[in-house]
């Protein structure tokens, strides 16, 4: 029995051993590296059994057959010293992607049996790690296995090491390291090098972690301990080829706790200016090509992507040369001609053609307000979600986003205010607007929910005369996204009259239905969407003209045939220059009305401290805060500690001031869906003895003084029937947009940097570190850049705010809602489920 055991694990190496090879076969011609490439070519660089009979052979396929032009090109290599016609030739077919297996076979069909040998050899010893080991978690007790495999000569030696400490015996020095039975000294980061005499490579990091099971009592709190610096890679960035002139993107995304953090590298070398999850760039030449990984990591943890090769070709433009026709004042034609990259061209342009400009924005800033809750109208569903899931994709284009929820009339117009403080000279804006609208003689007016049953123009926002305010900031880019109805209000006949516009030639409005049309939403279960959102957050990324995203969602509207007939999108620009919302931003000397302009961004940002409650009974209570919208908020409370005598207990909150909302039949529950949030738990709670209780809080707009409410802690103790109580009020000043006071009216103001007088002065004494010529984000632990902050490329997710010494406290379990991003078909929406935003 033991011999066949043997036998079944040296045919498993061997069967690995095979495996290997055979991967090494099936990569690049560029995996060889530069010094076998160049040994390769001298073989080659002759006219008897040389180059050209190579691609001669390489033709064979077409994918590889190379031009006369690119044959021409490799044979003038021999009038630089250092040239090499073979080397040129190898590059072209590893930019094809052509297999070290494939070029073996060319090389034996030409009959080079000294490049066979020399190949053969070089491929056998190639020395490389194949299989990297993976961070993992398990129970105590359980059995545990790292595995780290490499390809390469015989003889290759492991050594295993858990941080700088080498593993001495057992199997530390082979490829699959084992712990068993898994115990708390096991935990740590581990790490194998593989040995090739003096050669040497190093394995990725793996964490190997110790996890509690759901029954255990002393495992409750440090289950949420080990889970607050939790990091998981959920998106890697994926190998593509692309030609020269392509645009080139690759993502990465990290599910983490402390927010994960981005470092893009190419070759292994750093990237300097890639610190976000996105790696674009627009546009690619062969310098470009090889190898990229990202690393993410927090305060606790790191961990690398996969590795993503990418191509790069030839230019996509076709061969042939074109030629660019210039109509002078006489109508005479000027040809200007030019050619492919490697022919000499008779005539060069001397600039490039617009279209390759890149335009950069000096910051991007929107306002997104969602109208549903009407006091005298029909109610709407679609806005909450809409406002939600165009928050999440414009955070990721880098663009400041204030997110609101029911604005009456007073609180619309100061909002606006506040938005319009934020523009400055090459700023792109972003106006949302969903609810209930109408259009009168070419203006468009924004209904808010406390308009009367028989509103007009006075009871609402006209956008024209927003758009005037904008052009005096003298913006890069306005846009103007309106999902309204466009139906003429009978009861209004005043024309109303906006300032005078200026030709700007940066003006963008995208119309969710056309004129004396209604725009639609279309209600399912719990969710709803309006039908402009539900095709427009499939393009809006795109890195396109903004004219021309919106047209591809124009068309896109067409081919649904629920939407075909009813809602049209229509689209009205007088844009000139190839702007996009994915346009970086170019960072410029910051002015001060600059910083004052990222104060008051930051001031709509700011959410409470979370903190801990003892009361006498001994239980220890946590209250942490997590912004849904920038005018609502979840409160959560958890139980931290409690005494062996408490058997059962829970803490409520109850109590709170008039001004803010809050659905008593939705406060304190146990899920946020419960709650009323559009947030979503993560993953449930694997401990029933830690409880959270959830309490959604809205219309923090409204908010005249500090919030201020009751923790109630209910509680049991063994001995006893009868609930006890306790109570500890807690103030938590002004959270969120509720310090920029949208309740009251607003003076004109004729310069941006007079903006701090409508920030109260509470804010400066509540928080002391901020100053009009600070840079620093306010409810951070730690000071950094502002831009960095307030720029993030994060989801919608819970911003939860906590204390430098609160690091070990349980991290909020709760992650943003992805709404459905699949485009609409007749089979899921019914003409029944339609309702339209129209508000008479």
Known sequence: MRNKLGNNSR????????????????????????????????????????????????????????SEKELTCCSLQVLDPLGSPTRNLLACLDDRRCSLDFLLHCLRKIDHQEAVQFLTTTVSEQFRITVNPQSQQAPAGSKLVLICRASGPPGLNYQWFRGKNEIVGGTGTSPELVLCPLSPTHQGHYICRVNQGEKCLFSQWAQVRLVHSAGSTAG?????????????????????AASEGDALLLKCRAEANPPAQYEWYHNKKPMPKQKTCSLQIQCVTTKHRGEYRCKVFNLYHEAWSDTATVTIGPSSVTEASWVEVDRGLESQEVHKSTSKQGVYPLHQSTSPPSAAMNFYAADKVALLIGNMNYLHHGQLRAPISDVHELTNLLRQMDFKVVSLLDLNFQEMHSAVTEFLLLLDKGVYGLLYYAGHGYENYGNSFLVPIDAPASYTSQHCLCVQNILTKM?????????????????????????????????????????????????????????ANGIFINFLKQRVCENEKVTIMLDRVAEDMGRCAIARGRQALELRSNLSERRSLTDQIQATDRSASSSARNLQWAVAHVLPESCFLQFDCGVKVQLGFAAEFSNVMVIYTRILQKPREVVSCSAQLTGFPADVDVDLKQSNQETLLEAGSLLLIKEELRCPDVPSLYTRIHSLQRLRRELTFTVCLHYTYSNMDEE????????????????????????????????????????????????????????????????SLTSSRSANVPEEC???????????????????????????????????????
């Not at 500890?728 to 000043?733: A, L, M």
């Not at 992650?815 to 609409?824: F, L, V």
């Open 11 to 66: 045919n498993s190496d061997l069967l690995r051993e095979s495996k290997a090879r055979m991967e090494n076969w099936t990569m690049g011609v560029g995996s060889l590296g530069e010094e076998a490439l160049s040994k390769l070519s001298k073989m080659l660089d002759n006219s008897a059994c040389g180059w050209r009979k190579l691609a001669s052979a390489a033709a064979e396929q077409p994918q590889f057959r190379c």
């Open 220 to 240: 409750c709190s440090s289950l949420f301990t080990s889970s607050v610096s939790g990091l998981h890679i959920v998106q890697q960035p994926q190998s593509q």
């Open 471 to 527: 052009q005096e900031k003298e913006t890069g880019l306005n846009v103007f996204l309106l999902d309204m109805c466009r139906v003429r209000n009978p009861n209004d006949d005043v024309k109303v009259q906006p300032g005078l516009l200026k030709v700007t030639a940066n003006i963008v409005f995208g119309y969710a239905t056309c004129v004396d049309a209604k725009a639609y939403e279309v209600n399912r279960e719990d969710v």
């Open 724 to 787: 006890v109580e306790e109570k500890q009020p807690v103030t938590v000043g002004k959270p969120l947009v509720s310090k920029l006071n949208l309740y009251e009216p607003r003076t004109p103001r004729t310069c941006s940097a007079s903006l701090f007088t409508s920030v109260s002065s509470s804010f400066v004494e509540e928080f002391p570190s901020v100053s009009p010529t600070s840079n620093t984000w306010p409810y951070y632990a730690e000071s950094s850049n502002i831009d």
């Open 802 to 840: 906590d204390s430098p010494d609160l690091y070990d406290a349980p991290p909020s379990p709760v992650s943003s809602k992805s709404w459905p991003h699949g485009q609409m078909n007749d089979a899921n929406y019914r003409f029944s489920d339609m309702s339209n935003f129209n508000s008479y």
